[in-house]
């Protein structure tokens, strides 16, 4: 028997940071080794089968030593390791040690704890944002996004939480600033100096920060050691989390870099991946229970104070173990299914295998499988395709090529201090990232929609795919796309927006700013005066504000449309969350704005002191509304979008739009 080897399925492109035009190659699959971990569980009724007792049964069945890793957050699930493969018997396949481990008494299902990859591909830097984000715009491609428009209903609400799982984030990104939650590291292997290698290629992955699980999802980078190759052949880091939340929620409106989906949706950065951009299921799936507030609860880890409406995962394999498919009983199955009960959608990256079938996890039941699209409506040449009923596939577009533009930083191995850049990216990593900034719009306008509702509205109000779009090739070219073929069709935030606010029971819309960066410590002024009734004017409008987060602040103003932030803004990051109510139909919405002084570490910032009025609130997210310093106010509080009512605030609207096209090079 061959020397034991750790199990790399890799089925998806990496992203690359370099100056090489996108050229995406087929993608192959290597062959499948035994996996040596696989997650066990019992299930609620596990017949007697103790933690204890099941590592002697599965060391009678397999006939070699067995090790407890740990639990899971999973409930009743159990990472083990086999110290060596099976040498006798009949145990000699993968799917062979599944069907042993599942027939013993108690199991409820055997998942191997497979290595996912990022489902990214390289692509030339360039720093045009009319080049780079004409997919946002109403450039009158077809596949495009029509941001603008939407922008002026809803920029979302802070009321939102994106959970992106990925290789951490960048704290200090501009982009990002005011944005980030402070979430955790689930990369629970700790990586050697090198790395098992063959011909130089690094074999085996982990966290690459030199430590295990820990408060602190900060990108150390994810390169390999010097000399040595990823397994897709990348030598330096990816800095994919950050790129990957920059599409969902980049500060925008702030003369800088890129414009996100949403301007105000918080994220929580959750690190699944380190070395080479792998990460493994089994962190996965605790990554995900954590994000969404549910499972078993690790003393060590801690409750979640920021659950999550919305999870990304930009990952993807092929999964030979499962015939190509993702098995019912499955932890990264059950862990979906889990999420969507707790009301969270759950958005995964199609893959990159150049017209092949959704990938894993992304063809789980639940999901909501992103693929890549061109302007023009075409599939990307690299994105995966293919519809499901038990999960909804939509491609998202990008530019030419289906290029996507996400912050980055320049460093080649460890990140630069100084290093803030944008770079153009391909893959589907991206194209997930721009559905789930979608749904996080979709819960500000209509917090109480369900993950299946969410999917109803998102699929019925796709762009149907243009003529010739698929990127498989018949006799005489591109073949048509079918619902089979490719899924429901290109992702269409807009009519999605309206429909959920056509639903019956309309609510008014608590119409908060942008979330912003300031810089000094007041007075600043939010204004809210494009705040709606429930028929959409207005008319009998009452207004209340109240800080729900962070130091507490010097208000005035709090019963009116334009909150005014007196002082107390130096070192601290505080929310205001708005509720406005109809008198007519006595039905009120709530939604909630972030500033953050730019002086803060999100990371690692804890309020003082219980803010007046404390607690949240779930509404309505609405567009319009600016954030402005106070006429006193030394210096400027960042960007702020709308105007106010009247003939000044059209005028300053009608400004600042014309000023965002000539910075941004948009026609």
């Known amino acids: 028997m061959a020397a034991p080897i750790k199990q790399v399925i890799v089925a998806a492109i990496c992203a690359l940071p370099s100056l090489a035009a996108a050229q995406v190659s087929a993608v192959t699959t290597t062959a499948t080794p035994t996996p040596m971990r696989w997650v066990i569980n019992v299930g ?115 009321n939102v939480v994106i959970a992106v799982l990925d290789s951490g984030v960048l704290f200090d990104n501009p982009e990002l600033k005011g944005r980030l939650l402070p979430g955790y590291d689930f990369v629970s292997r700790v990586t050697p100096p090198t790395g098992a290698r063959e011909s130089g290629t690094v074999f085996d992955s982990g966290s690459n920060d030199g430590d295990g699980r820990d408060p602190d999802p900060s990108d150390p980078g994810d390169a390999p050691p010097p000399g040595f190759n990823c397994p897709d052949g990348s030598t330096t880091s990816s800095w994919h989390g950050t790129t990957v939340a920059s599409v969902a929620a980049a500060q925008s409106n702030n003369g800088q870099f890129l414009a996100g989906m949403d301007w105000n949706a918080k994220v929580l950065p959750v690190r699944v991946s380190g070395r080479c951009g792998i990460a493994t ?133 460890t990140p630069n201090p100084n290093g803030s850049t944008t770079f153009l990216f391909a893959g589907t990593s991206f194209s997930a990232p721009m559905v789930a900034g979608a749904i996080s719009l979709l819960k ?69 700013p942008q979330s912003a960066v300031v810089a000094s410590n007041g007075p600043f002024i939010l204004n809210a005066d494009l705040s709606t009734n429930s028929a959409g004017g207005s008319a009998n409008l009452s207004y209340r504000w109240q800080q729900v987060f962070g130091n507490p602040v010097v208000l005035a103003g709090t019963t009116s449309s334009s909150l005014q932030v007196q002082s107390g803004m130096a070192g601290n990051i505080a929310e205001f969350a708005l509720t406005v109510t109809d008198t007519a139909t006595n039905r009120s919405n709530t939604s909630v704005v972030r500033l953050a002084n730019a002086s803060e ?63 941004y090079g948009v026609n």
Request: aromatic content about 6%.
């Open 601 to 663: 570490n999100e990371r690692t910032f804890t309020p003082s002191g219980s803010p007046v009025g404390g607690g949240t609130g779930t509404g309505e997210a609405g567009s319009g509304g600016s954030v402005t310093p106070a006429p006193t106010s030394v210096s400027a509080g960042g960007g702020g979008g709308g105007g106010s009512v009247g003939l000044a605030g059209l005028l300053g609207l009608g400004i600042f739009l014309a000023l965002w096209r000539r910075l």
């Open 44 to 158: 609620s009724d596990s017949s007697g089968l103790v933690p204890s007792g099941m590592v002697q049964q599965l060391q009678s069945t397999l006939g070699v030593p067995v090790k407890m890793v740990r639990p899971l957050l999973q409930p009743n699930s159990y990472l083990v390791e086999m110290q060596s493969l099976p040498v006798l018997g009949s145990l000699q396949t993968p799917q062979a040690i599944r069907a042993a481990l599942q027939a013993l008494p108690g199991v409820r299902f055997a998942s191997p704890d497979i290595q996912l990859q990022r489902t990214a591909v390289p692509a030339p830097n360039d720093g045009a944002y009319a080049t780079n984000q004409a997919s946002y715009m109403n450039t009158g491609a077809y596949a495009s996004l029509r941001m603008q428009d939407v922008w002026e209903q809803t920029r979302g609400s802070s």
């Open 444 to 512: 500000a306008a209509r917090p109480s929609l369900t993950p299946s509702q969410i999917d109803t509205l998102l699929r019925n109000n796709a762009l149907p795919y243009p003529a010739n779009a698929s990127n498989s090739v018949g006799l005489f070219g591109r073949l048509d796309c079918t619902p089979t073929a490719c899924g429901a069709g290109l992702l269409n935030p807009l009519a999605a927006i309206n429909a959920a606010r056509g639903l019956s029971n309309p609510l008014p819309v608590a119409n908060v």
């Open 281 to 413: 299921s089994s962190d996965i799936v605790d990554a995900f229970y954590w994000a969404t507030g549910s499972g078993r609860v690790d003393p060590t880890i801690g409750v979640n104070p920021n659950p999550a409406n919305v999870i990304n995962l930009s990952f993807a394999t092929d999964t030979p173990l499962f015939g190509g498919g993702c098995a019912t009983n499955d932890m990264v199955a059950q862990a979906i299914a889990d999420a969507r009960a707790r009301n969270v959608s759950v958005v995964v990256s199609a893959g990159n295998n150049s017209g092949g079938a959704v990938q894993y996890p992304a063809n789980c039941a639940g999901t909501i499988a992103a693929g890549a699209a061109e302007q023009d409506g075409q599939l990307a040449n690299y994105s995966a395709k293919g519809g499901s009923s038990s999960f909804l596939t939509l491609h998202a577009p990008g530019n030419a090529n289906g290029l996507y533009v996400g912050a980055s930083n320049t460093g080649t191995s």
